[in-house]
């Protein structure tokens, strides 16, 4: 690409002496090299490891500098905040997973969003998901199958939401009581030893509270959806705990809006984001803290929210969590909803 120069560091380089030479920020050269750079040779907030960065050319700095220039958040028109009716009734939702050696796994399938009870403090919501497909081919191995009505049995499930936007709690016992009430059924149709064992796990799963808001609140597609709305038009960074996986613990995360877009049917807000709390890989994969574990996992996040400005409602979401560990491409979680006409 003609406006990509690669330039070689040099002993006494710096990000922020590389990005000032070329009138640019340290984040901003940061951002344009990690779009445009191999998945193994993304920047963290040093030179570390990496030799060759990536510079845009002096079109596109201009390019970039005055997108800088752009108006200030507060005087962007459409105010929002978070209501009753934020969602619409139906999202297409497409994950793709990589791993360190780029193979992808891509899962599709549609989610409901119902609004359940309301009151002064809070409001509920129901969340559905179904029609679930591998690579855009229906799963049809028996396993699978199991795993998918077994969700499906548990379905809707009751979301609480704070009056801003952000997952607050769940009813473990609805949920519980109604795995229960459709394991009979499942019974008459997953029959054998090795099914008996996976319905008896589920159902210990279920048990447990804990387990079961961990499992809630750390899946991407929840951490995506809900979000304190207000923060979209906040200029100041905010710190955030979020989970890097599903099913593991949280650590905590710089934010800040870094564009927003609008025209006279859509608002778009971008949402990057930072780890700033490390654990080490063994950490990661087993999901809890371990003593004695050196440090090695970051995460740098992205998130993206389209809102129609008429409805005021969620027509578009994205986002995204890239595992680094020592610096280095380790994994990457995307999620993409879009209302379903």
């Known amino acids: 690409m003609d406006e990509i120069i690669t330039y070689q560091a040099k002993k006494g380089d710096s990000l922020d002496s590389i990005a000032q030479k070329i009138g ?14 191999d998945l193994k040779n993304l920047l963290g907030n040093e030179l570390k490891e990496v030799s060759q960065i990536l510079l845009p050319s002096e079109n596109f700095i201009k390019e970039i500098q005055e997108q800088s220039a752009r108006k200030p958040i507060s005087k962007i028109k459409t105010t929002l905040h978070f209501h009753p009716h934020y969602f619409f009734s139906n999202y297409e939702v497409n994950e793709v997973f990589t791993d360190a050696d780029q193979k992808k796994i891509r899962i599709n399938y549609q989610t409901q969003i119902e609004k359940g009870n309301l009151s002064d403090e809070n409001f509920e919501f129901l ?3 179904f029609n ?24 809707p499930i009751p979301l609480i939401l704070s009056k801003s936007g952000e997952l607050i709690g769940t009813n473990q016992k609805r949920i519980l009581q109604k795995f229960k009430t459709a394991r009979p059924d499942l019974e008459d149709f997953f029959t054998g030893a090795i099914e008996k064992k996976y319905l008896d796990k589920f159902e210990q799963s279920l048990q447990n509270e804990n387990y079961v808001w961990n499992r809630i609140n750390s899946d991407l597609l929840y951490q995506t959806l809900f979000t304190q709305v207000s923060k979209f038009q906040t200029e100041e960074t905010w710190q955030k705990k979020t989970y890097l996986k599903t099913g593991g613990f949280p650590v905590s995360c710089n934010y800040k809006v870094e564009s927003v877009q609008e025209d006279e049917t859509d608002v778009e807000f971008s949402l990057k984001g930072e780890s700033t709390e490390s654990c080490s890989l063994w950490e990661f994969l087993k999901g809890k803290r371990i003593s004695g ?43 993409e909803l879009k209302t379903k006409a």
Do not use: M, W
């Open 132 to 155: 679930y497909k591998k690579d855009k081919k229906i799963l049809t191995d028996k396993i699978s199958n199991l795993s998918i009505k077994c969700f499906e049995s548990i379905s």
């Open 293 to 335: 574990q050196k440090p090695g996992i970051s995460a740098v996040l992205e998130f993206k929210y389209k809102i129609d400005k008429r409805s005021r409602k969620l027509s578009e979401a994205k986002g995204k969590i890239t595992i680094l560990n020592n610096l280095n491409f380790y994994n990457e979680h995307l999620i």
């Open 127 to 129: 969340i559905k998901a």
């Open 24 to 37: 640019l920020s340290k984040d901003e050269l940061k951002r344009f090299h990690n779009t445009y750079c």
